[in-house]
């Protein structure tokens, strides 16, 4: 297996561009919402809005600012796909669509997938969603065919500002640690990393340096996979087992007494009649 690649996007060089949701609309030919008619949503510079299954990079707009504007700062980050190390989407798919490839990243087969949407339940990021010209669940591949011929993928290319990096894992972690440093020692003292380390999912193939909470950008602090619920569902089912057992037993004991009751009077009414 080739060494895990992935991205490291460090938000505090975003400026917004969307360069990045470009390329990947174009090297991947996904279609655009509504055939290009999309209203404006008056929510700060994003119109995107979340990633779905024809938008697999989404450019967040986070304002901060006082309630009489003169004073507050820009949050920016270009969100993708996280592929985890432990994902929960591979871990739910009943076909066998969803795989792990050389790269250690994670993708969706479409000409496999059957449009069941396990995957998006399962995944704690909102990531996937349905391809309606497809419907089939589609999400980033991290360009698994530009990595096979040994490129950059188009998002990374694209990127003016090198905030999403691309390379492997072992190097963009250094190189991770390295920029927190720098910001802390500049005061920069909310600065973090998110996803960098097996805290999270078993560590995350794209992580993130963030300037504020995770939830400020939409993001869960502990995500969980889908199997951590096994046991306390099974356990439930349990109990809900035993208990309508526990009723059925209740019922039939109830029947049969009323049973034995309503031969007790035919008895008593039979013996009544031969005495008379």
Same mark, same amino acid.
């Given at each position: ?10 938000t ?6 969307k ?6 609309k174009?090297?991947? &030919?996904?279609?655009?919402r509504?055939?290009g008619?999309v ?13 779905s ?8 707009f986070?304002?901060?600012f ?10 920016m ?5 996280k ?7 591979l ?10 490839t ?6 969706? &087969? ?6 069941c ?12 969603e349905?391809?309606?010209e ?16 040994g ?10 500002t ?7 894992i ?13 910001l802390?020692?500049?005061?920069v ?6 996803g ?6 078993g ?6 340096l ?15 996979l ?6 306390p569902?099974?356990g ?6 035993v208990?309508?057992g ?25 013996d009544?009649s031969?005495?008379?």
């Open positions: 297996m080739a060494e895990p690649m992935g991205f490291f996007t460090d505090s060089v975003c400026i917004g561009c360069a990045c949701e470009v390329a990947c174009a090297w991947n &030919q996904l279609p655009a509504n055939g008619k209203p404006l949503t008056g929510q700060s510079y994003d119109n995107t809005v979340e990633l299954g024809i938008q697999w990079r989404h450019v967040k986070i304002e901060q006082s309630p009489d504007r003169s004073s507050g700062r820009w949050l980050m270009s969100d993708v796909c592929h985890c190390v432990q994902a929960g989407c871990e739910v798919c009943p076909t066998g669509a969803i795989i792990r050389e790269f250690d990243t994670v993708v969706i &087969q479409s000409d496999v997938c059957n449009g949407r396990a995957c998006i339940a399962a995944c704690p990021f909102g990531v996937i349905i391809n309606p497809t419907n089939t669940a589609m999400k980033c591949t991290l360009c698994y065919d530009r990595m096979q011929a490129m950059v993928p188009a998002c990374a290319q694209a990127c003016p090198h905030s999403i990096q691309f390379g492997p072992s190097e963009l972690r250094q190189h991770a640690e390295a920029r927190l440093a720098q802390q020692a500049q005061g003292t909310q600065a973090r990393l998110y960098h380390d097996e805290s999270i999912l560590g995350l193939n794209s992580f993130y963030l300037l504020d909470d995770p939830e400020v950008y939409g993001l869960p602090s502990n995500p969980q889908p199997s951590r619920n096994v046991a569902s099974a439930l089912s349990a109990a809900g087992a208990a309508l526990l009723l059925g037993l209740a019922g039939l004991r109830k029947r049969r007494m009323d049973q034995l009751a309503a031969e007790a009077r035919e008895q008593q009414e039979g009544g031969h005495a008379g």
